[in-house]
């Protein structure tokens, strides 16, 4: 598979199996752990191929974003996200944390 290339610093993670094992025994004891899973692979679906800072720039595509002044405190897009997360699950999360 072939990559392309995005301007700027890039960064990857990799885990060896070591850490595969440890997150694998971790999920199994603790099963809320899984939620965090389930949220990098909703994030890896709405972050495409774009870079950090591609996706910095799509905050400014909210209303609630870019017409908020700087130091002010930004409104809450909750039921916005919630709705996309349901849009992206099939209807069947409301994007919160089960526990």
């Known amino acids: 598979m072939r990559r392309e290339r995005l301007s700027g610093p890039q960064f990857e993670?990799?885990?060896?199996?070591?850490?595969?094992?440890?997150?694998e025994e971790a999920v199994r004891e603790q099963p809320v752990l899984e939620w965090y899973s389930r949220q990098t692979d909703l994030a890896l679906v709405v972050a495409v191929n774009r870079s950090g800072?591609?996706?910095?720039?799509?905050?400014?595509?909210?209303?609630?974003?870019?017409?908020?002044?700087?130091?002010?405190?930004?409104?809450?897009?909750?039921?916005k996200v919630a709705q996309r997360l349901r849009d992206i699950d099939g209807?069947?999360?409301?994007?919160?944390?089960e526990g």
Do not use: N, W
């Open 13 to 23: 993670f990799l885990l060896g199996p070591s850490a595969e094992t440890f997150l």
């Open 53 to 79: 800072s591609a996706l910095k720039e799509i905050r400014y595509e909210h209303a609630e974003y870019a017409a908020t002044p700087f130091g002010a405190s930004i409104p809450s897009i909750r039921e």
């Open 91 to 97: 209807g069947g999360s409301d994007g919160q944390a």
